[in-house]
Each structure stands twice: as C-alpha cells, then as structure tokens.
C-alpha cells in the first residue's frame, strides 16, 4: 500500500532545498558585489513561490481535505528546516571560509560611521563606542540572529502562503477502476 508523506517528511525534505536558497542568497548577498545582490533578491523572490508550490502539491495530493492549520504546520517546519541549515552555512562559512570577512565588514561600518560627522553629532553613542560593539559581535551570533528571523518571518510568510493555497479549489480525485 502507497502511504502518503507525512507533513514533517515533506517539510523536512523541502526545508533541505529551502535551507540551500537561504545559503545561496547568504553567500550571494555577502561576496558576490552588484550582480550578487541581484542573484539574492532573484532568490528572495522565490522563497515564497517555493513554499507556494510545495503547500498546493501537499493540499492537491490529499484532494483538499488537509486544514488550514497544517497546511500552515507544513510551512512553518519548511522555513524551520531551512533556517536551521542557513544557521550552519553562515556559521561555517564566517568561521571556516572566510574568517577575516566579519572583521573587514566591521572595520568598513565603523569607518562609514566616523565619517559622517553629522550622525555623530545627534547620536548619543561615539563613533568608538559603536564600533566596539560591532566588534564584539561573533559569528555564531550572526548566525543564530539569521535563524530565528528565517523562521519567525517563514512562520508569517506560511500564514499567507497557507490561506491563498487553502482558496484553491483542488482537482477532483481520480476514480479508481
């Protein structure tokens, strides 16, 4: 007998694919100059799309009978998925591929920051202080922060996706002869 995936197999499976865009927009939006930047919005624009059409092939397979709330389970476990293996990309690439990158990046900011003398004046905080906050920052930090934005803003985004899939009337089941 054919069993059916569960919704955490089918969030697991898609939560892997959804985990390597998050890297790849990661990985694009931090090395790649003008045309990487591009490449990950490309990627950000399709998370949702992704995620659209993994929620309608479980919804369509279970011949509209699957509720809104698991369907919205489904979604939330995708971007959890994928969150977690964007935590561990961005964790090995700062730590193991590019070590000086966090390092670089903060000195470019504390520079920007210096710079401008007019923010300088209207902020509390010296251009010293900021920067020693900046620098205090570790890359697991960066990491954990990326997690847990992917997964509370995909458990919004499943929210979304989850309603206008659920208003999608599904094609009727197949007669068995």
């Known amino acids: 007998m054919n069993r ?3 919704i955490f197999r089918r969030a697991a499976e898609g939560g892997l694919t959804l985990g390597a865009l998050f890297v790849c927009i990661f990985l694009a ?3 790649a100059g ?3 930047s591009l490449l990950s919005l490309a990627l950000m624009i399709y998370v949702p799309v992704f995620v659209y059409r993994r929620l309608k092939s479980t919804y369509f397979a279970a ?3 699957m509720t809104f709330s698991g369907l919205w389970l489904e979604g939330i476990l995708h971007f959890i998925c994928g969150s977690v293996i964007l935590a561990l990309g961005t964790l090995v690439f700062l730590r193991l591929i ?5 390092p670089a990046m903060v000195e470019a900011v504390s520079q920007a920051v210096a710079a401008d003398q007019k923010a300088a ?3 509390p905080v010296t251009p010293a ?3 020693a906050y900046l620098a205090s920052i570790r890359p697991i930090d960066i990491a954990m922060t990326l997690m847990w934005t992917a997964s509370f803003t995909g458990s919004i985004a499943s929210l979304v996706i989850a309603a206008i899939v659920k208003s999608k009337l599904p094609p009727p089941p197949s007669p068995n002869l």
């Open 29 to 31: 939006g931090s090395i």
């Open 63 to 65: 011949h509209g009978l």
């Open 121 to 123: 004046i209207d902020s």
């Open 98 to 102: 590019a070590p000086d990158y966090l």
């Open 4 to 6: 059916p995936k569960s």
């Open 129 to 131: 202080q900021f920067a």
């Open 34 to 36: 003008t045309l990487g």
